[in-house]
């Protein structure tokens, strides 16, 4: 068949074109790096800043009987107390821009009788008052939001402290108690920006449903149960009722819902939309954020979105929010991943910890807040704790003014967070979260094998208890083991007692003992053995066994690794590839000791695949620096460790993220 020129020319371009396409789509994208954009040039929002709060009276009911200081400022030295405004207020501190501070109901007695601003108020005051000082050292300000804690008892229906119910006929004398608190704060020289109307008002499960009794017996903290309506009305006559007494530039919010969920679903935004001068008089949307999840609807659910604020800012788009109060949870890239929620979820426009330093015997009962800053302890001493560090890579780099810049990442486990200089004096910075648990505590497993009996422990859940079946667990029930993270790897100690494991401590006795280590507890990927030799006897070291466990007195009770308990025990090394896919690297070492009641295994394992680093491609628009400084907190490793500068190459910066961990970077000129 003869073809004309057209035909071949077709012909030659649909063979180029299926060339093309078999070669593009034979090679496959590399996604070993991450791709992220932070646009410092999009603003999601204003930011106000991250604040800090100092708590004094939250239970007593009288002052000279309990005087309670329960942020303990009270026992410290000036030397100690100095020390610690630098860390929070100073230049190379935390830097806060906010400050929250409780209105208590002890200042009032009776209806018409003296305000006593002074007496509760005393080291809350010394706090702000050098942290203030502080802060205008190095060219900052502080802005201060107070908060109702509760009314003084005559302003109640129960006549009592934390009597739930408002008086209605006390409606304005308990505005005039904001008030007067506010004014007296102004003439001190403190910037008051905002009253907030309560704390937690809308939890009427803190009371009996009769309402008769105040149950401060179980350690709740001051109340008062804040109805929508009740809020909604002093949003409606308290403006005024200020502007009568000159504070014509502090602004009302609605007070403070203990999560968002609750300012929306409990009705507080929508009664505020309903009342067109109430959402005029709003000057800000106020709310806790103790964030909880659980299987289920439960009481304390509480998500990120931020709906009642969504609704309002419809209404008035100028509208900001804050978070006022949040959990420190347990201080670990957890906490940083709830303020990215937080900001990039809830839209918030600035947030509030619970308090920043705390004395914890004097909360009465538990602490439902263990975690904080700083830890002040009875004997006058204070120790900064891994909050702090976490808290920085966040309060430093969002100072008020700047913007919340547009971030994305296409991993969902790693969270950025980025503030853009605003036509501030501060740089454009952003922080990366990776919050990834399966590559630090991937679920590796170890096999002890005592007389033929085998045991099997995981790093991840060390007595395995979410995968045994029911009729295992009675063989675990009394061993105990505990794991934790290394910089090679992780530690795993074992606690077996005697009687379980059918020995006693009487020496000579032979034990034949086997080890295996698994990379991957379900899916295994490599293992490793010890079977080198043996039996093994319990000895008290003054013999000559080959094979021997020595006695340790000093090992009475599991407290976890206890590496200084562990110097005169034998290690034995565990290399020996028992699977053929085992990695290079993978290894690890063991070693026991036994007292009169247990014996004890500390097994030690170096494996790169539970510290891989997540690679991440950042793109940076809209900024002109060029460099950025990076510090970089990992969980239970290192806090807040300066790891050099960073170069922007074609506009992006890639960066190895180690799992848990946090790292801010700063631009610099």
């Not at 030397?79 to 830097?95: H, P, S, T, V």
């Not at 802005?143 to 119910?165: E, F, H, I, N, W």
């Not at 702090?388 to 913007?403: A, D, E, L, S, W």
């Not at 547009?406 to 503030?419: A, H, K, N, P, W």
Request: proline share 4%.
């Amino acid at each position: 068949m003869k073809l004309n020129q057209t035909t071949e020319k077709s012909i030659l371009l649909t063979c180029i074109s299926l060339l093309i396409f078999g070669v593009s789509f034979g090679q496959y994208e590399d996604l070993g790096s991450v791709h992220a954009k932070v646009d410092f040039s999009k603003h999601l929002r204003e930011w106000d800043g991250f604040g800090v709060n100092y708590v004094q009276t939250a239970h007593t009911r009288d002052y000279l009987d309990f005087p309670q200081e329960y942020g303990g400022f009270s026992i410290l030295n000036q030397n100690q107390k100095n020390e610690i405004i630098e860390m929070i207020f100073g230049a190379e501190g935390l830097k806060p821009g906010i400050v929250k501070m409780f209105l208590d109901p002890l200042h009032q007695k009776e209806k018409g009788g003296t305000y006593d601003h002074e007496t509760t108020t005393q080291y809350m005051r010394e706090f702000f008052d050098l942290g203030l000082a502080k802060t205008r050292e190095w060219g900052g300000d502080l802005t201060v939001l107070t908060t109702l804690y509760s009314p003084p008892a005559y302003m109640t229906k129960q006549k009592t402290l934390r009597g739930r119910d408002m008086d209605p006929d006390h409606k304005e004398d308990l505005a005039l108690y904001m008030i007067d608190w506010a004014k007296y704060l102004k003439n001190r020289g403190y910037p008051v920006k905002y009253i907030s109307l309560h704390n937690e008002g809308e939890d009427w499960r803190r009371w009996p449903v009769e309402g008769n009794y105040a149950n401060f017996d179980y350690g709740h903290d001051y109340n008062l149960y804040w109805r929508p309506e009740e809020v909604v009305d002093f949003l409606e006559f308290m403006p005024a009722l200020m502007k009568e007494h000159s504070l014509t530039d502090v602004g009302l919010t609605p007070g403070e819902c203990s999560r968002w969920f609750q300012f929306f679903y409990s009705g507080y935004a929508q009664n505020i939309l309903d009342n067109p001068n109430s959402l005029q008089n709003l000057s800000l949307i106020t709310s806790h954020n103790f964030y909880s999840i659980k299987p289920g609807g439960h009481r304390w659910f509480a998500g990120t979105s931020n709906v009642g604020t969504d609704m309002i800012r419809e209404k008035r788009p100028d509208i900001h929010a804050w978070v006022t109060s949040a959990s420190w949870g347990n201080m670990d890239v957890d906490f940083a991943w709830q303020i990215w929620m937080n900001i990039y979820l809830a839209k918030v426009n600035a947030y509030i910890p619970w308090v920043v330093i705390k004395r914890p015997t004097h909360w009465k009962s538990d602490d439902p807040n263990p975690n904080t800053a700083i830890l002040v302890s009875e004997d006058s001493t204070y120790k900064v704790l891994p909050g702090y560090n976490v808290y920085k890579h966040f309060t430093r780099i969002g100072q008020p003014g700047m913007g919340v810049a547009y971030t994305e990442c296409r991993d969902s486990e790693v969270q950025i967070l980025g503030f853009s200089e605003n036509e501030t004096k501060n740089p454009d910075a952003f922080v990366v979260v990776n919050v990834n648990n399966w590559m630090v505590n991937r679920a590796d497993a170890v096999d002890i094998s005592i007389n033929g009996v085998n045991y099997t422990f995981s790093n991840q859940d060390p007595l395995y208890n979410l995968y045994r079946e029911e009729n295992q667990k009675e063989k675990y029930r009394n061993i105990n083991a505990e794991s934790i993270r290394t910089e090679k790897g992780y530690l795993l100690e074992i606690t077996f007692p005697l009687k379980q494991v059918k020995l006693s401590s009487k020496t000579g006795i032979p034990i034949n003992l086997e080890i295996k280590v698994k990379d991957g507890a379900y899916a295994l990927a490599g293992e490793i053995s010890w079977a080198e030799g043996g039996p093994f006897v319990l000895s008290t070291g003054y013999d000559s066994y080959e094979y021997s466990i020595h006695y340790n007195p000093t090992k009475s009770d599991f407290e976890g690794i206890v590496e200084t308990e562990w110097v005169n025990t034998k290690e034995y090394m565990i290399t020996e590839k028992s699977h053929p896919n085992t990695k290079d690297g993978f290894s690890a070492t063991w070693e026991a000791c036994y007292d009169n009641e247990n014996l004890y295994f500390l097994i030690d394992v170096t494996d790169e695949s539970n510290l891989q680093a997540r690679k991440v491609e950042i793109d940076l628009d809209g900024t002109k620096y060029k460099s950025f400084k990076a510090v970089r907190t990992i969980d239970n490793i290192e806090s807040y460790a300066d790891i050099g500068v960073y170069t922007v190459k074609d506009g992006s910066i890639i960066y190895e993220a180690p799992s848990r961990s946090i790292t801010t970077f700063i631009g610099i000129d």
